[in-house]
């Protein structure tokens, strides 16, 4: 237990550090230092009280240690992430100029109903960055459960529209709730994660397995494609960074991974004929079907062909071809539009986002605010990549946004939280206690 003499000392120290959330890590870290010095100079003979007060008066002046640890353990904001998202925001209006028709709707009700989403985007990531990411860590069963029971009820409440049923109406308003029920799942997996090593009975790991493919499964029967590849990519890469132990990793990847060959192929072979099938053949033959299913791929082909280093502006009577300029074909269209030049660029901004993000989960010390950084990290992307690789035709087109481009409220709000949770984790970066364990061998 520490001397009154070092209860005052630290209570001067902290006195001059405003972060009061690192209060507790100083003293602690203080202490020890302090109580090491008090039993080296116990063992020069020196009585209890008086190695106290040497071990005091060694450590110098503490109002002079608290402005240097003010310094140290103070909030951080990562202004280059920030601009980043402002440089990106500043682009999703660009889709909107000759993206629509103004045969229904004029341009400004896009861009006035764009900004009002940013302006709910600014306030949700202002919402996620001032609170204390931690204590969501042991909330993991009530957003996995929140999740699940809001999956459930799309599935049996929900109506089709744009082919799938995740769709629920409340009176006027219709909201897409796949994006919350994604991001509990992503915040449940989190806290599971950060407690992996704690499931290491075989009930345990029954368990995980449960949770993990339970989700895909009613995925999959909304049908909704692209929630399932971006929820499975963003466990994944949760799970390499959770520090699990090797043996319990290779049991459940190995279990995992058969278990997703196994799904992968039951789904082609049932498929054949039907509405999956035909999107995946289009996609590897699309002249086999020009006038149906592979129409979109040579348009979009032919679209990023013509497009030029300098592009054909924004008032090309051709854009009329390409469907979803503004949400799911924008990357093609500001290709089209404005050239290679500008494409290459927006490629360089967005890869140079997420890897920022990603950058920052190894810039805390907290393994639970490094897992949701890496998580939300792939949660971006995911979709980034797939929009511009669907775009070259180099993977199948699916319904996915581009993440703070595409218009679209739901999804905008969903990677603001995103975003504003990643901010939160690097904001407490240097005021959280480490609890990142460095392995220097095998353990099982």
Known sequence: MSSSKFEEFLTKVTSRVKSKEAHGMIKKELTHHLEELSQSYQKSKASKEEADEKAVQSMGN??????????????????????????????????????????????????????????????????????????????????????????????????????????????SIIIDLTPIILLLLFLAWAGIFNKINEFTSWPKQGLLFILFWTPIFFFMMLPHVVFCIIYFFCIITMFAFSQVHKRLALKLAVVNVATGVILITTV??????????????????????????????IVVRDFLSQAGWFGNGFNDPKVGLLPA????????????????????????????????????????????????????????????????LMGFGILPIMGISLPFISYGGNMLLFYSAILGLILNVYRRKDIVEPTIVHLHSNRS
């Open 268 to 297: 082609i072979l049932t498929s054949r004929g039907g509405y999956l099938y035909n999107r995946l053949f289009a996609f590897i033959n699309p002249e086999a079907d020009p006038s149906g299913a592979g129409y979109i791929y």
């Open 62 to 171: 503490p109002f002079t240690i608290g402005e240097n640890l003010n310094h140290l353990h103070r909030p951080r904001m990562d202004w280059v992430l920030i601009s980043l998202f402002v440089i990106i925001a500043a682009i999703s209006f660009l889709p909107l100029i000759g993206g629509v028709s103004e045969l229904v709707v004029p341009i400004t009700y896009f861009i006035q109903r764009q900004l009002l989403w940013f302006f709910l985007a600014v306030l949700v990531i202002i919402g996620f960055l001032f609170f204390d990411y931690r204590k969501l860590t042991n909330w993991w069963t009530f957003f996995y459960s929140s999740g699940l029971f809001l999956l459930v009820y799309t599935l049996l409440f929900g109506y089709m529209r744009n082919g799938s049923q995740r769709w629920i109406s409340f009176g």
């Open 325 to 388: 300029v503004h949400t799911d074909f924008a990357f093609p269209y500001l290709v089209y539009s404005l050239g290679w030049a500008f494409g290459i660029m927006l490629c360089i901004i967005l890869l140079t986002f997420i890897l920022r993000m990603a950058k920052n989960a190894f810039k805390t010390k907290d393994r639970y605010g490094r897992i949701l950084v890496m998580g939300g990290a792939a949660l971006f992307a995911v979709p980034a990549c797939w929009n511009i």
